[in-house]
Protein backbone atom coordinates (compact mmCIF):
# COMPACT_ATOMS: atom_id res chain seq x y z
CA UNK A 1 0.00 0.00 0.00
CA UNK A 2 0.93 3.47 -1.28
CA UNK A 3 1.50 5.99 1.76
CA UNK A 4 1.15 9.47 1.39
CA UNK A 5 2.80 10.59 4.33
CA UNK A 6 5.74 8.57 5.23
CA UNK A 7 6.89 10.14 8.79
CA UNK A 8 2.97 10.37 9.68
CA UNK A 9 2.83 6.60 9.46
CA UNK A 10 6.49 5.93 10.62
CA UNK A 11 5.66 7.81 14.12
CA UNK A 12 1.87 5.98 14.39
CA UNK A 13 4.11 2.54 13.56
CA UNK A 14 5.89 3.55 17.00
CA UNK A 15 3.58 4.73 18.69
CA UNK A 16 1.53 1.42 18.07
CA UNK A 17 4.35 -0.56 18.86
CA UNK A 18 5.40 0.50 22.09
CA UNK A 19 1.86 0.60 23.64
CA UNK A 20 1.85 -3.10 22.83
CA UNK A 21 5.38 -3.00 24.33
CA UNK A 22 7.08 -4.91 21.41
CA UNK A 23 10.65 -5.09 21.10
CA UNK A 24 10.94 -3.18 17.53
CA UNK A 25 9.00 -2.01 14.55
CA UNK A 26 9.19 -2.26 10.79
CA UNK A 27 9.43 1.05 9.35
CA UNK A 28 9.57 1.33 5.10
CA UNK A 29 13.21 2.86 4.87
CA UNK A 30 13.59 6.37 3.00
CA UNK A 31 16.00 8.98 3.70
CA UNK A 32 13.60 11.36 5.83
CA UNK A 33 12.90 8.04 7.71
CA UNK A 34 16.73 7.28 8.38
CA UNK A 35 17.40 10.47 9.68
CA UNK A 36 14.48 10.64 12.02
CA UNK A 37 15.58 7.43 13.68
CA UNK A 38 19.14 8.72 13.65
CA UNK A 39 17.83 11.88 16.10
CA UNK A 40 15.69 9.58 18.36
CA UNK A 41 18.83 7.56 18.59
CA UNK A 42 21.16 9.93 19.51
CA UNK A 43 18.63 11.65 21.76
CA UNK A 44 17.51 8.22 23.48
CA UNK A 45 14.19 7.49 22.63
CA UNK A 46 15.22 4.60 20.49
CA UNK A 47 17.59 1.54 21.29
CA UNK A 48 19.20 1.14 17.73
CA UNK A 49 18.03 0.93 14.53
CA UNK A 50 19.12 -1.28 11.70
CA UNK A 51 18.33 -1.23 7.65
CA UNK A 52 17.01 -4.91 6.49
CA UNK A 53 15.28 -5.73 2.72
CA UNK A 54 16.47 -5.65 -0.98
CA UNK A 55 15.51 -3.11 -3.03
CA UNK A 56 12.03 -1.38 -2.79
CA UNK A 57 11.50 -3.79 -0.01
CA UNK A 58 13.71 -1.78 2.29
CA UNK A 59 12.87 -0.95 5.72
CA UNK A 60 14.29 -0.01 9.17
CA UNK A 61 13.75 -2.23 12.20
CA UNK A 62 13.88 -0.13 15.21
CA UNK A 63 14.79 -1.04 18.31
CA UNK A 64 12.15 -0.16 21.39
CA UNK A 65 13.04 1.38 25.20
CA UNK A 66 11.09 0.84 27.92
CA UNK A 67 12.27 1.26 31.95
CA UNK A 68 11.80 -0.32 34.71
CA UNK A 69 10.10 -3.83 35.48
CA UNK A 70 6.21 -2.47 34.29
CA UNK A 71 8.55 -1.90 30.85
CA UNK A 72 6.87 1.59 30.56
CA UNK A 73 7.81 3.10 26.97
CA UNK A 74 10.58 5.78 26.68
CA UNK A 75 7.94 7.60 24.29
CA UNK A 76 5.52 8.78 25.77
CA UNK A 77 4.06 10.50 23.14
CA UNK A 78 4.64 11.38 19.22
CA UNK A 79 2.55 14.50 17.73
CA UNK A 80 2.48 15.14 13.75
CA UNK A 81 3.12 19.13 13.54
CA UNK A 82 3.91 20.11 9.75
CA UNK A 83 1.50 17.63 7.62
CA UNK A 84 1.21 17.75 3.98
CA UNK A 85 -2.19 19.64 3.75
CA UNK A 86 -0.31 22.19 6.25
CA UNK A 87 3.21 22.76 6.50
CA UNK A 88 4.55 24.52 9.59
CA UNK A 89 7.72 26.47 9.79
CA UNK A 90 9.63 28.30 12.66
CA UNK A 91 12.85 30.33 12.30
CA UNK A 92 15.34 30.12 14.85
CA UNK A 93 13.67 32.76 17.30
CA UNK A 94 10.69 30.84 16.77
CA UNK A 95 11.41 26.79 17.36
CA UNK A 96 9.38 25.49 19.88
CA UNK A 97 10.44 24.11 23.19
CA UNK A 98 8.60 20.82 24.05
CA UNK A 99 7.37 20.34 27.93
CA UNK A 100 9.82 23.03 28.62
CA UNK A 101 13.33 21.28 27.35
CA UNK A 102 11.58 17.72 28.07
CA UNK A 103 10.67 16.58 24.70
CA UNK A 104 12.11 17.29 21.82
CA UNK A 105 10.73 18.91 18.35
CA UNK A 106 12.59 17.42 15.20
CA UNK A 107 12.93 20.21 12.41
CA UNK A 108 14.39 19.83 8.76
CA UNK A 109 16.47 22.69 8.21
CA UNK A 110 18.99 23.56 5.97
CA UNK A 111 21.26 21.71 7.26
CA UNK A 112 19.53 18.48 7.87
CA UNK A 113 17.57 16.81 10.08
CA UNK A 114 17.74 17.93 14.05
CA UNK A 115 16.39 18.44 17.19
CA UNK A 116 15.39 22.01 18.29
CA UNK A 117 18.11 22.39 20.95
CA UNK A 118 20.48 21.60 18.09
CA UNK A 119 18.67 24.26 15.41
CA UNK A 120 18.48 26.51 18.28
CA UNK A 121 22.51 26.04 18.71
CA UNK A 122 23.43 26.31 14.95
CA UNK A 123 20.66 29.65 14.42
CA UNK A 124 18.89 27.73 11.81
CA UNK A 125 15.37 27.24 11.36
CA UNK A 126 13.18 24.97 9.29
CA UNK A 127 10.17 22.76 9.06
CA UNK A 128 8.62 21.47 12.39
CA UNK A 129 8.19 17.92 11.62
CA UNK A 130 7.55 16.43 15.01
CA UNK A 131 7.27 16.59 18.57
CA UNK A 132 8.79 13.98 20.50
CA UNK A 133 8.23 12.99 25.05
Known amino acids: MAVNDTISDMLTRIRNASLARHQTTKVPSTKMTRSIANVLKAEGFIADYEEAGEGVERHLVLGLKYRGKS??????AL??????G?????????LPRVLGGIG????????????DREARRTGVGGEVLCYVW
Open 86 to 94: LRVYANRKE
Open 104 to 115: IAIVSTSSGIMT
Open 71 to 76: RKPIIT
Open 79 to 84: KRVSKP
